[in-house]
């Protein structure tokens, strides 16, 4: 199971959680990454846990003010980025671009998507991953594998009747072990989460916990 966990604009310290995951990670053996804010990238990556972008935009070199560019967070050692969350929604069209822009800068992609219908439409555009993720259930208390276990499972046949190979993951409230091992009973290869470990006193433990049930 891949651990993708997005800091979003929490006002936690971004190198002290990287440095948590990268200690997991190493003695776990489960792949961990953290999705900083786009300024903490190359301080996330200098830890050495795997780093990747919350979003590129559509774009590549040019008059482009405030966006983010994907060869800049490449250069600032992010390896993928999330394309299309739930709180940073694009067309289907800017997706695509990002897409593009994604695979040029080299960076592995997560599209994520609200419904299965979306994740069919997000899996045809071809990035590496898909994630299913309820907005209502972002931000919670309760996994969205015990929530709603039937659009992880929606999605993960919508992915696989449009593209076998691309991996799904779930995400919204999801903050333990026994979440995790339901997402991947479920039949996702991964999960999306945040406030479980972003808003967590203590960063390591959630993190213990969370690859307990890889
Ligand atoms: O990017 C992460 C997801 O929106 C899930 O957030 P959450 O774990 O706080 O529910």
């Known amino acids: 199971m891949f651990v993708l966990v997005n800091l979003k604009a929490y006002p936690c310290d971004p190198v002290a959680v990287a440095e948590a995951a990268h200690d997991v990670a190493a003695e776990s053996g489960v792949r961990i990454a953290v999705a900083p804010q786009a300024a903490h990238l190359e301080r996330v990556a200098e830890t050495g846990v795997e ?30 980025t999330l394309l299309n969350h739930s709180e940073r929604r ?3 069209a800017d997706v695509d671009g990002a897409l593009d822009a994604a695979e040029r800068a080299d960076l592995e992609t997560v599209v994520c998507a609200n419904n299965p219908d979306q994740v069919a439409a997000a899996a045809a555009l071809g990035p590496d991953a898909v ?11 309760v996994s969205v594998s015990t929530a709603d276990p039937g659009i992880v499972e929606g999605a ?16 919204a409230g999801v903050s333990t ?34 690859v307990s049930g890889a």
């Open 90 to 92: 694009l067309t289907l």
């Open 51 to 80: 780093t990747w972008a919350q979003h590129v935009a559509p774009i590549s070199y040019g008059s482009h003010t405030g966006h983010t560019l994907a060869e800049a967070a490449a250069a600032a050692g992010a390896t993928g």
């Open 131 to 141: 994630a299913v993720e309820p907005p209502e259930l972002i931000g919670g208390d």
């Open 156 to 171: 993960v046949a919508a992915a696989g009747a449009v593209d076998p190979e691309v991996d799904v993951y779930c995400g």
């Open 177 to 210: 072990g026994d979440d995790l091992a339901a997402a991947a009973d479920l039949g996702a290869a991964g999960v999306l989460l945040a406030s479980g470990v972003a808003k967590a006193d203590d960063p390591r433990a959630a993190l213990d916990d969370l």
